[in-house]
Nanobody, 122 residues
């Protein structure tokens, strides 16, 4: 089992930055690749960013150049640095752990956190 706990969400203004954290226990990010997704009411969970075992990253087009995914392997914490936030980034953000499969698909992920809410005002 892998337990994931997100933190760092909040209310910010457009143009501000936030860093989300994803603390893992039970399994490590060396074994499970890290993914970040977000969801708004009435919509499907949307891929945001992923960091695989070798350190390769993927980003959705909507966040590329503004968000950075990383991990601290010693602390077993994943991060999502979000810069130049926009109102359309408002969502509940989830981190997830993936043992295999396509990084951009929610179905590939085995473990999920409870989510942290990010609200960006204009």
């Amino acid at each position: 089992q892998m337990r994931l706990v997100e933190s760092g969400g909040g209310l910010v203004q457009a143009g501000d930055s936030l860093r989300l954290s994803c603390a893992a226990s039970g399994r490590t990010f060396g074994t499970y690749a890290l993914g970040w997704f977000r969801q708004t009411p009435g919509k499907e969970r949307e891929f945001v960013a992923a960091l695989d075992w070798s350190g390769d990253t993927q980003y959705s087009d909507s966040v590329k150049g503004r968000f950075i995914v990383s991990r601290d392997e010693v602390k077993n914490i994943g991060y999502l640095q979000m810069n130049n936030l926009r109102p359309e980034d408002t969502a509940v953000y989830y981190c997830a752990g993936r043992y295999a499969g396509e990084a951009t698909l929610p179905v590939s992920y085995d473990y999920w956190g409870q989510g942290t809410r990010v609200t960006v005002s204009s």
